[in-house]
């Protein structure tokens, strides 16, 4: 079946995205006072991702802790602009990149991604709301799309999380996966992510299979907890989203281990 990430992505299953994990920006409690340095180090990883051959890279602020819910400052916006037009100039062109901007800042990130040229977000809160580490977030389909819309960046894929991770979805427990997956769908989606419940835990294989089943034209995105023993669960997602699994000792705070990368890398490349 035909998509709009079918151009984007190479591979019509299994694509590996790797994560950079950006360091503390400017404004978050761990920022480490030189902008500079954390462009040398996103550069640095994307440089050795391209090297091992991955199917695209996705930016994230990951080390902003504590997040903000949603309204993350124009300082935040500028340095991961700075990090992704980086990025953008070391990847080859035909790997597509991605940018993801903690915690649900998915107009910022969509702005990111149309001055960066990069072709895809990652958005969660799209559609039901759920408590998060944040607190409370509802969803904002109808602000995103439209604001992508407005900024002419309809080209800029979006690919959203449904029951997503470090989250509580009680509120609509009695709403599937799949049914979460049919609303995204609904909404213009171009793309649903699955995770497991925490960074570095595996999805369930039968969430797979069920949105698969519900909505066979919907790509779906595996968006944690993907490692070489377990990708072939996972084979008929159109993606992984591989962060943890990269880092030394598998901890998504350490760096990035190359043996790991091209291990996990050549292994999909096999089975694929």
Not at 59 to 75: I, T
Not at 88 to 101: D, E, F, Y
Request: glycine share 8%.
């Amino acid at each position: 079946v035909f998509t709009a990430s079918s151009e984007v992505f190479s591979r019509p299953v299994a694509n590996v995205i790797a994560m950079i994990h950006v360091p503390a920006l400017p404004g978050a409690p761990k920022f480490g006072g030189c902008v500079q340095s954390i462009i040398d180090t996103v550069c640095q990883e994307a440089e050795l991702y391209s090297r091992c051959g991955v199917d695209g890279v996705l930016v994230e602020n990951m080390h902003d802790l504590p997040y903000l819910r949603r309204a993350v400052g124009p300082e935040t916006t500028a340095a991961m602009t700075a990090a992704c037009c980086a990025v953008r100039q070391i990847v080859p062109a035909a790997i597509p990149c991605g940018i993801q901007i903690l915690a649900g800042a998915n107009k910022e990130a969509m702005a990111v991604a149309k001055a960066s040229n990069l072709q895809f977000i990652r958005a969660e809160g799209f559609v039901f709301s759920h408590v998060a580490d944040e607190g409370w977030m509802d969803a904002d389909a109808g602000e995103l799309m439209r604001y992508r819309r407005s900024i002419e960046a309809d080209h800029v894929l979006v690919f959203c999380d449904i029951k997503k991770k470090h989250s509580s979805h009680a509120v609509t427990q009695d709403v599937s996966v799949a049914d979460v997956a049919h609303a995204a769908e609904f909404f213009h989606s171009d793309g649903v992510i699955l995770t497991g419940s925490a960074t570095g835990h595996a999805a369930r294989p039968g969430d797979l299979q069920a949105v698969q089943s519900a909505a066979p034209d919907l790509p779906v995105v595996i968006g944690s907890g993907i490692t070489d023993t377990n990708f072939k669960d996972f084979m008929s997602a159109q993606a992984f989203v591989v962060g943890s699994h990269f880092k030394v000792g598998g901890n998504w705070q350490g760096a990035v281990c190359e043996d790991r990368v091209r291990k996990l890398v050549d292994a999909v490349n096999d089975h694929r």
